[in-house]
């Protein structure tokens, strides 16, 4: 997180003055880079692939994966970091060297990061291939339904590397030897005992009736039962407008939901709600559903409690007709502690993925952490990514627990500070930093429109900075100090919010350095937290949320501040946006996963829920009632997305903070050609309260907490026209005046904008249609 300003930190915004903030000279440079990188790119030999891709109706395009640049631009971005050039230097040196050695050895990364093309289960015409990487197995064989689990039937060979390999040629009449949805496991003879295991690579796998260990399944359905993608993919969106979701939570009713349930029901309302993304938890197979998907034990596999892999690819295919783009929550920052149905001790050593000892275990998460300097392990880790998105068509990642990866101490009883120290010293898991760095350049290199956002707790500078330029890569930070203040800001009284510390927040971030901002996400919806509608209105949710019932004092302070909060984590908290789905209506309670009581060693039981999946799904028809209050909420948050939609707000050039009032707990900025006021006084209201701004014309308002359909009080005029007049004003050239209800938030468009946005929605209606 991100608790105040860094030392030498450079800034999204500049302070002028106490009372305004500009982003300065940031827009020309940002032009100017962009216009160096895009010549650096022309001039640069690119390494081609050969093969191209087609993605649905779209003609097939070369994709490549650029060398090495040198690395030296975030000395420019930021100076700060000259003091750390020796560690910075080592770390893209050591990136360099594995690439030149991937090269040499591999033929590249694109042929490296294709492992699925090499291990596991491979179909030919004449038969099928089984490889398995286990160098601790002195034996191996291929044992499953096909063989009657026969142990001497299909023994595997093995290779210098550890590779175990065997061929079954096809059946007599020309079928495949492992019919498909058969199960299969590698018996192998290992240190620590004879072990039956998933196969590593398993591309599905399920948990039988009565069962606890799931069974490796053997999936290659008939060409004609394959699902064949319609629809091309997406565009990257300039600005991202993510609704975070789980498909097995995500029924009104207590069930695990399916992947087909998901598509028709819930990608259309994501659709009309105004996000363009849907990022979905939970996708890699996890045993223990608890988890959250974050204890993942088959790697290459979608989880099958929602489904199949072709219900999957459906539910990708439709979410892009909708033009949706379908984000994976993607684990590679640990995995399962799972022996008999994951990686742990595959081969009986405890080395094999993941580091042995202590530093190969997660101590609070209670799971195992890769090796990231392992050859293999990269091999593995590249390919799966490029995997979800070659294979399912998915338009990119959101990696989960990326400070726990790049720390040796996990981020765990550390507070970062902000000093550069904390970021670049012997804490810093180079080796990981790397495996981020590879992964990035794969994914931007053979998939130019995929999006890459890193779950990063630390506040790491170059995180956001392309490899080439000496950074992480990513194109997104997750700004998760954003959650955690309104939290600390929740538990306090209405007079103790400070205006200038709500700000500082949600402007504290790197420059050059995109975030998606978000009020909450899943993790402040889990049971033992509270969902910001929760904080706000506790107990009163369960009484007084009927419309035709009279409300209290905490249900309408509560509504009209879950309104303004989001709105303005929106409007200055980032490039990007995300939501927790059903938190766009306040949905009440809390999700707890349906779980038996836990028997500690000591003798002390925690107790469960009766395996109960009643606060294990999402109440979308408390939202979708017009005579609850949940609907209000609703309305503005669809409001919100669509207005972010049409000003392109979050990534606009021109912003600038002209107000923070202490006193009158008045916040005004501008974002484009919007002004937004956001009044937090408890009581006060203000007639005729000056707002600067930047251009001259006339205003009106586009957005308003206070409306009626939102749960309002309608006491604003959207009728109203707010003409400027020239004169500095809180740092700005011209102002004009508005009545700022108490508890609200009003946004005001240059007309002269909307007149445009009016003209070119008329243009494109009446425009023929072509061919």
Same mark, same amino acid.
């Given at each position: 997180?991100?608790?105040?300003?860094?030392?030498?930190?450079?800034?999204?915004? $500049?302070?002028?003055?106490?009372? %305004?903030?500009?982003?300065?000279?940031?827009?020309?440079?940002?032009?100017?880079?962009?216009?160096?990188?895009?010549?650096?790119?022309?001039?640069?030999?690119?390494?081609?692939?050969?093969?191209?891709?087609?993605?649905?109706?779209?003609?097939?395009?070369?994709?490549?994966?650029? #060398? #090495? %640049?040198?690395?030296?631009?975030?000395?420019?971005?930021?100076?700060?970091?000259?003091?750390?050039? $020796?560690?910075?230097?080592?770390?893209?040196?050591?990136?360099?060297?594995?690439?030149?050695?991937?090269?040499?050895?591999?033929?590249?990364?694109?042929?490296?990061?294709?492992?699925?093309?090499?291990?596991?289960?491979?179909?030919?015409?004449?038969?099928?291939?089984?490889?398995?990487?286990?160098?601790?197995?002195?034996?191996?064989?291929?044992?499953?339904?096909?063989?009657?689990?026969?142990?001497?039937?299909?023994?595997?060979?093995?290779?210098?590397?550890?590779?175990?390999?065997? /061929?079954?040629?096809?059946?007599?009449?020309?079928?495949?030897?492992?019919?498909?949805?058969?199960?299969?496991?590698?018996?192998?003879?290992?240190?620590?005992?004879?072990?039956?295991?998933?196969?590593?690579?398993?591309?599905?796998?399920?948990?039988?009736?009565?069962?606890?260990?799931?069974? *490796?399944?053997?999936?290659?359905?008939?060409?004609?039962?394959?699902?064949?993608?319609?629809?091309?993919?997406?565009?990257?969106?300039?600005?991202?407008?993510?609704?975070?979701? @789980?498909? =097995?939570?995500?029924?009104?009713?207590?069930?695990?939901?399916?992947?087909? !349930?998901?598509?028709?029901?819930?990608? #259309?309302?994501?659709?009309?709600?105004?996000?363009?993304?849907?990022?979905?938890?939970?996708? $890699?197979?996890?045993?223990?559903?608890?988890?959250?998907?974050?204890?993942?034990?088959?790697?290459?596999?979608?989880?099958?409690?929602?489904?199949?892999?072709?219900? +999957?690819?459906?539910?990708?295919?439709?979410? @892009?007709?909708?033009?949706?783009?379908?984000?994976?929550?993607?684990? @590679?920052?640990?995995?399962?502690?799972?022996? &008999?149905?994951?990686?742990?001790? /595959?081969?009986?050593?405890?080395?094999?993925?993941?580091?042995?000892?202590?530093?190969?275990?997660?101590?609070?998460?209670?799971?195992? &952490?890769?090796?990231?300097?392992?050859?293999?392990?990269?091999?593995? &880790?590249?390919?799966?990514?490029?995997?979800?998105?070659?294979?399912?068509?998915?338009?990119?990642?959101?990696?989960?627990?990326?400070?726990?990866?790049?720390?040796?101490?996990?981020?765990?009883?550390?507070?970062?500070?902000?000093?550069?120290?904390?970021?670049?010293?012997?804490?810093?898991?180079?080796?990981?930093?790397?495996?981020?760095?590879?992964?990035?350049?794969?994914?931007?290199? +053979?998939?130019?429109?995929?999006?890459?956002? =890193?779950?990063?707790?630390?506040?790491?500078?170059?995180?956001?900075?392309?490899?080439?330029?000496?950074?992480?890569?990513?194109?997104?930070?997750?700004?998760?100090?954003?959650?955690?203040?309104?939290?600390?800001?929740?538990?306090?009284?209405?007079?103790?919010?400070?205006?200038?510390?709500?700000?500082?927040? +949600?402007?504290?971030?790197?420059?050059?350095?995109?975030?998606?901002?978000?009020?909450?996400?899943?993790?402040?919806?889990?049971?033992?937290?509270?969902?910001?509608?929760?904080?706000?209105?506790?107990?009163?949710?369960?009484?007084?949320?009927?419309?035709?019932?009279?409300?209290?004092?905490?249900?309408?302070?509560?509504?009209?501040?879950?309104?303004?909060?989001?709105?303005?984590?929106?409007?200055?908290?980032?490039?990007?946006?995300?939501?927790?789905?059903?938190?766009?209506?306040?949905?009440?309670?809390?999700?707890?996963?349906?779980?038996?009581?836990?028997?500690?060693?000591?003798?002390?039981?925690?107790?469960?829920?009766?395996?109960?999946?009643?606060?294990?799904?999402?109440? /979308?028809?408390? =939202?979708?009632?017009?005579?609850?209050?949940?609907? %209000?909420?609703?309305?503005?948050?669809?409001?919100?997305?669509? &207005?972010?939609?049409?000003?392109?707000?979050?990534?606009?050039?021109? $912003?600038?903070?002209?107000?923070?009032?202490?006193?009158?707990?008045?916040?005004?900025?501008?974002?484009?050609?919007?002004?937004?006021?956001?009044?937090?006084?408890?009581?006060?209201?203000?007639?005729?309260?000056?707002?600067?701004?930047?251009?001259?014309?006339?205003?009106?308002?586009?957005?308003?907490?206070?409306?009626?359909?939102?749960? %309002?009080?309608?006491?604003?005029?959207?009728?109203?026209?707010?003409?400027?007049?020239?004169?500095?004003?809180?740092?700005?050239?011209?102002?004009?005046?508005?009545?700022?209800?108490?508890?609200?938030?009003?946004?005001?468009?240059?007309?002269?904008?909307?007149? !445009?946005?009016?003209? !070119?929605?008329?243009?494109?209606?009446?425009?023929? *249609?072509?061919?």
């Amino acid at each position: 997180m991100l608790p105040g300003r860094r030392n030498g930190e450079i800034t999204f915004y $500049q302070e002028m003055s106490s009372c %305004g903030q500009v982003l300065g000279d940031a827009e020309s440079l940002v032009m100017e880079d962009d216009k160096n990188v895009e010549e650096d790119e022309v001039k640069k030999e690119s390494v081609p692939l050969h093969e191209t891709i087609s993605i649905g109706k779209s003609e097939s395009k070369p994709r490549s994966i650029p #060398p #090495p %640049g040198s690395g030296q631009r975030i000395y420019d971005i930021d100076p700060s970091l000259a003091g750390f050039r $020796q560690h910075l230097d080592y770390r893209y040196s050591q990136y360099k060297r594995l690439r030149e050695e991937i090269d040499k050895y591999e033929g590249g990364l694109d042929a490296f990061s294709r492992g699925f093309e090499k291990f596991g289960f491979l179909r030919s015409e004449t038969g099928i291939t089984y490889r398995e990487w286990a160098p601790g197995a002195t034996w191996a064989a291929l044992i499953g339904d096909f063989n009657n689990w026969n142990p001497n039937a299909d023994v595997m060979t093995r290779n210098e590397f550890g590779v175990w390999e065997i /061929f079954l040629p096809n059946n007599a009449d020309g079928s495949p030897p492992i019919p498909h949805g058969s199960r299969v496991k590698i018996r192998m003879d290992t240190p620590s005992g004879i072990k039956d295991s998933i196969p590593a690579w398993i591309k599905f796998s399920v948990q039988a009736p009565g069962e606890i260990p799931y069974n *490796a399944i053997y999936y290659d359905p008939p060409k004609e039962e394959k699902y064949v993608f319609k629809h091309p993919q997406p565009k990257r969106p300039k600005s991202l407008r993510i609704y975070e979701s @789980h498909v =097995g939570m995500s029924s009104t009713e207590p069930i695990i939901n399916t992947y087909a !349930n998901f598509r028709d029901d819930m990608l #259309p309302r994501i659709k009309k709600l105004g996000y363009n993304a849907v990022q979905i938890m939970a996708i $890699q197979e996890h045993s223990y559903y608890a988890s959250f998907g974050y204890h993942v034990t088959n790697f290459f596999a979608p989880s099958s409690r929602f489904g199949t892999p072709d219900d +999957l690819k459906s539910l990708i295919d439709k979410a @892009h007709e909708l033009g949706l783009l379908v984000l994976m929550d993607v684990v @590679h920052s640990h995995a399962s502690n799972n022996t &008999l149905d994951g990686l742990n001790m /595959f081969d009986g050593t405890d080395s094999h993925y993941f580091h042995s000892g202590s530093r190969g275990h997660h101590w609070l998460w209670d799971s195992r &952490l890769f090796n990231y300097g392992s050859w293999e392990v990269l091999r593995f &880790l590249l390919s799966n990514a490029r995997w979800w998105l070659e294979e399912y068509r998915f338009d990119g990642f959101r990696f989960d627990g990326v400070t726990s990866m790049m720390y040796t101490h996990h981020g765990l009883q550390v507070a970062f500070t902000g000093n550069y120290n904390e970021y670049f010293g012997y804490a810093t898991d180079v080796d990981a930093v790397i495996y981020l760095m590879l992964v990035n350049d794969m994914i931007h290199g +053979l998939f130019p429109e995929a999006v890459t956002i =890193g779950e990063d707790v630390s506040g790491k500078p170059t995180f956001c900075i392309p490899v080439e330029d000496g950074g992480v890569g990513f194109d997104y930070r997750l700004h998760m100090a954003i959650a955690d203040k309104w939290i600390e800001i929740l538990k306090k009284r209405d007079e103790d919010w400070k205006m200038g510390d709500i700000v500082h927040t +949600l402007t504290n971030r790197r420059w050059l350095e995109k975030c998606v901002a978000y009020a909450e996400s899943h993790d402040q919806a889990l049971v033992g937290d509270k969902t910001i509608a929760f904080w706000l209105m506790d107990k009163d949710m369960y009484d007084f949320m009927a419309r035709d019932r009279p409300s209290t004092p905490l249900i309408d302070r509560g509504i009209a501040l879950h309104k303004m909060i989001r709105l303005i984590t929106m409007g200055l908290g980032g490039e990007g946006y995300l939501n927790f789905m059903g938190n766009e209506f306040g949905h009440p309670e809390w999700i707890d996963f349906p779980r038996g009581d836990r028997h500690l060693p000591n003798g002390k039981v925690i107790p469960g829920n009766n395996h109960s999946y009643d606060k294990c799904r999402r109440r /979308f028809d408390l =939202g979708d009632a017009d005579y609850l209050r949940y609907h %209000g909420m609703q309305e503005f948050d669809q409001a919100m997305q669509h &207005l972010e939609e049409a000003y392109g707000f979050m990534t606009s050039e021109h $912003q600038y903070i002209s107000r923070k009032d202490e006193g009158d707990r008045i916040i005004v900025f501008e974002r484009g050609n919007l002004v937004f006021v956001f009044n937090f006084h408890w009581t006060n209201s203000y007639s005729d309260y000056r707002v600067g701004c930047f251009k001259s014309g006339k205003y009106k308002i586009v957005l308003d907490s206070d409306d009626g359909l939102f749960g %309002g009080f309608n006491r604003l005029s959207h009728d109203a026209e707010h003409f400027t007049f020239d004169g500095w004003y809180d740092n700005r050239p011209r102002s004009f005046m508005v009545y700022a209800p108490s508890r609200t938030a009003v946004v005001y468009a240059l007309v002269e904008d909307e007149e !445009n946005e009016a003209k !070119n929605e008329v243009e494109s209606e009446v425009k023929p *249609a072509s061919g």
